[in-house]
Nanobody, 121 residues
């Protein structure tokens, strides 16, 4: 059984910073793409940032220059450093990863349970 567990969300003032973490655990053979999505009330879930197994990154235009995604492959963990936070960054943030199971050897997409980020003015 593979699962993703997120941490690091919370309440922060505009202009502040937060760091999200997402750790994958279970019977894992390999992890390819990892990313962060977010969903604000009344809006569709959107990609915030992603990172490939080789370290290539991509970002939503709205967070470029403010957010940084990174990963620690030894810990099966992906991070999202969020700086200069704005009210419009308020959302539930979800971790996402393409993981190949140890037994199945078939890649599957997993989602975390979500962590709330609230930015106050």
């Amino acid at each position: 059984q593979v699962q993703l567990v997120e941490s690091g969300g919370g309440l922060v003032q505009a202009g502040g910073s937060l760091r999200l973490s997402c750790a994958a655990s279970g019977s894992i053979f390999s992890i390819d793409y990892m990313g962060w999505y977010r969903q604000a009330p009344g809006k569709q879930r959107e990609l915030v940032a992603g990172i490939s197994g080789g370290g290539s990154t991509n970002y939503a235009e709205s967070v470029k220059g403010r957010f940084t995604i990174s990963r620690d492959n030894a810990k099966n963990t992906v991070y999202l450093q969020m700086n200069s936070l704005k009210r419009e960054d308020t959302a539930v943030y979800y971790c996402h990863a393409e993981i190949t199971g140890l037994r199945s050897r078939v890649p599957f997409v997993y989602w975390g349970q979500g962590t709330q980020v609230t930015v106050s003015s």
